[in-house]
């Protein structure tokens, strides 16, 4: 009972699609669905972590979060804007057909995918707010292990799906059409990058 009840923490917390679905959705259509689930897996990842946190220290670490919010968004959002950047000038030169497409090494990927999803620190406001909303209150360590394993594969199974959906759809476009739907992610992507920054400075 307490795994279904953090999958379907894990999935809820996970289903909205910003910067990190945007980067799934990128790097699928980039280098196929293995690249995409190695998102999936960087970000679900971060996702236990945030989950073992928040309901281990649910009251003691709201304060310090709250102290630090500002610095962990201007920083998270300086990395997404370099990394759309980036991005954006090698789709220039890309052809969906060719051979140049750049394969990144799974634990590479997973590293940075983790690490910008951690940089976020909403999201382990989201699972405190989720977890009193669902009233879950793991007593044993059994049980927050249970439960922090069933958010990662409740949210690991939203990026699985997604994944398979942008396969299925790359599969249907032309290779011209995936360039420019990458560099207009791109371009979204860096404009949530420069928003989150803006938003941190502001008092």
């Known amino acids: 009972m307490i795994v279904a009840q953090g999958m379907v923490v894990g999935f809820l917390l996970a289903l ?3 910067p990190i679905g945007l980067i799934c959705i990128r790097h699928t259509l980039k280098s196929g669905s293995k ?6 897996i960087g970000a679900a990842l971060a996702d236990f972590v945030y989950a073992a946190l928040s309901s281990i ?7 310090v979060l ?3 919010q500002k610095i ?4 998270g959002g300086m990395v997404l804007t370099l990394l759309a950047h980036r991005e954006y ?4 030169h890309m052809h ?12 590479t990927l997973i590293r940075e995918v983790f690490v910008l999803t951690l940089s976020n620190p909403m999201t382990i406001l ?3 707010g989720v977890f009193s909303g669902f009233q879950i209150n793991p007593l044993l360590l059994s049980d927050y292990l249970l439960l922090c394993m069933g958010v990662f594969l409740g949210s690991l199974l939203w990026w699985l799906c997604l994944t398979g959906v942008v396969t299925y759809a790359k599969e249907q476009l032309s290779s011209n059409w995936l360039v420019r739907f990458c560099q207009l992610s791109s371009l979204m992507l860096g404009c949530a990058g420069l928003a989150l920054s803006a938003m941190s400075l502001i008092p």
Request: without cysteine.
């Open 126 to 128: 989201g699972f405190m």
């Open 35 to 40: 690249s995409g689930s190695m998102v999936g």
């Open 57 to 63: 220290f649910f009251h003691s670490l709201i304060p």
């Open 96 to 107: 969906f057909d060719s051979n140049e497409i750049h394969q990144e090494s799974a634990v």
């Open 89 to 92: 000038i090698l789709y220039r």
């Open 16 to 18: 909205p699609v910003g």
């Open 66 to 68: 709250t102290r630090y």
């Open 72 to 75: 962990l968004q201007f920083v």
